[in-house]
């Protein structure tokens, strides 16, 4: 079995390129994610590489930025390429099949990046207006 789950904040902006062939999007980005240490230990973090495909790419692009958490479902795949230099490099990714954006933060109207590289938290969400023909129930009212 080859599945890794991760949740993380986003090292850079995602990285958008499109496939020749086919113009399919693939997005890379890198997260951060802190190793569990024991008690006095120095903190560490690893920074996995995560490559995304077609329309979950491109709404990667349009909506995350650095500093934004996410949850990553996927799998590792190994690869290797010879450098300038002609030295074998080893690379390991994680090609994810779900991104979900856990922290949306500040953001335009238009669903535009803003700039901002560190999250604020969730965005807080005006209350609901009732709709024309219905009435607010008070507490008193409800049977249960």
């Known amino acids: 079995m080859n ?3 991760l949740i993380g904040r986003l090292t850079r902006d995602p990285e958008v390129r499109y496939t020749p062939s086919t113009q399919m999007a693939v997005a890379t980005f890198s997260l951060a ?8 230990k120095e903190k560490q973090t690893d920074f996995p590489r995560i490559t995304v495909f077609g329309k979950q790419a491109e709404n ?20 290797s390429y010879k ?10 990714d ?13 953001r335009g109207g238009d669903g535009a990046r803003t700039g901002s590289s560190a999250p604020t938290g969730f965005q807080q ?9 219905f009435s607010s129930l008070d507490d008193d009212d409800i049977p249960f």
């Open 33 to 40: 994610i802190d190793r569990p240490t024991g008690q006095g």
């Open 94 to 106: 994680v090609v994810a099949n779900n991104v979900e954006f856990l922290e949306w933060g500040d």
């Open 3 to 5: 599945s890794v789950v």
């Open 125 to 133: 969400m005006d209350e609901p207006s009732i709709p024309e023909g």
């Open 83 to 92: 450098n300038k230099e002609g030295v074998t490099v080893y690379t390991t």
């Open 60 to 79: 990667c692009e349009r909506f995350l930025t650095k500093g934004r958490l996410v949850g990553v479902q996927g799998r590792i795949q190994t690869g």
